[in-house]
Nanobody
Framework: QVQLVESGGGLVQPGGSLRLSCAVSGSIFSTFHLRWYRQPPGKQREWVALVTQRNLRTYSDSAKGRFTISRDNAKNTLYLQMNNLQPEDTAVYYC???????????WGQGTDVTVSS
């Protein structure tokens, strides 16, 4: 069974930085496409960033230039480095994992990020 556990969320002032982590267990990490999503308060979940099994990266417009997604296949861990955080980045952040070509997507429980002065 695949399990994902996020960590690294918290309270940060506008302009600050956080690095989220997502530890993945239960399958071959290197085969996964990995994503970050977020769900702002009262809004729908939205996609933030993707890193493929071949380490190709794409970002939402809101994340581009400020966030960096990365993976460490040796540690079975996904990261999201978030810089210049703004109040509109406040959300619960979720990581997901999916094997290429499979509709099955696995989710973590989420980690809270609050950007406020």
């Amino acid at each position: 069974q695949v399990q994902l556990v996020e960590s690294g969320g918290g309270l940060v002032q506008p302009g600050g930085s956080l690095r989220l982590s997502c530890a993945v267990s239960g399958s071959i990490f290197s085969t996964f496409h990995l994503r970050w999503y977020r769900q702002p308060p009262g809004k729908q979940r939205e996609w933030v960033a993707l890193v493929t099994q071949r380490n190709l990266r794409t970002y939402s417009d809101s994340a581009k230039g400020r966030f960096t997604i990365s993976r460490d296949n040796a540690k079975n861990t996904l990261y999201l480095q978030m810089n210049n955080l703004q109040p509109e980045d406040t959300a619960v952040y979720y990581c997901s994992a999916a094997i290429a070509g499979s509709p099955q997507e696995y989710w973590g429980q989420g980690t809270d990020v609050t950007v406020s002065s």
